[in-house]
């Protein structure tokens, strides 16, 4: 049975770093880089009240970010889908190579019994 060349594992808790930063590491390169833009623009536009807020001299930027009251569901839960649906889209991308690579296996079998 043939192996990938590189193991899925490590795409997950990279996309939950940063979108797109997985599907990179699998070497997809211009698809991590749509999720990327797409979660940057989520952030800029969705949530711009917010990082505003967070960028005032007085307080720092993560005391902002973890004050629930100063952020309202609609400006987190958008980004956070995205985020999501990436999540989801690594796994489906590495399923589907484990998939592809078990038919591969499956093939070279039948093919040497012949």
Not at 42 to 60: D, I, K, N, Q
Not at 65 to 81: C, G, N, R, T
Request: hydrophobic share 50%; charged share 15%.
């Amino acid at each position: 049975m043939s192996e990938l060349s590189r193991p899925v594992w490590p795409a997950y808790p990279l996309s939950a770093l940063v979108a797109g930063l997985g599907h990179c590491y699998l070497g997809r390169w211009k698809r991590g880089g749509i999720w990327f833009v797409l979660y940057a623009l989520a952030l800029a536009f969705l949530s711009a009240r917010s990082l505003s807020g967070a960028l005032a001299p007085g307080e720092p930027f993560v005391v902002t970010a973890l004050q629930f009251d100063a952020v309202s569901y609609a400006e987190v839960a958008v980004p956070l889908a995205i985020l999501l649906v990436c999540l989801l889209d690594v796994y489906l991308i590495g399923l589907t190579e484990r998939t592809a690579a078990q038919m591969a296996g499956t093939d070279d079998r039948r093919s040497n019994s012949s």
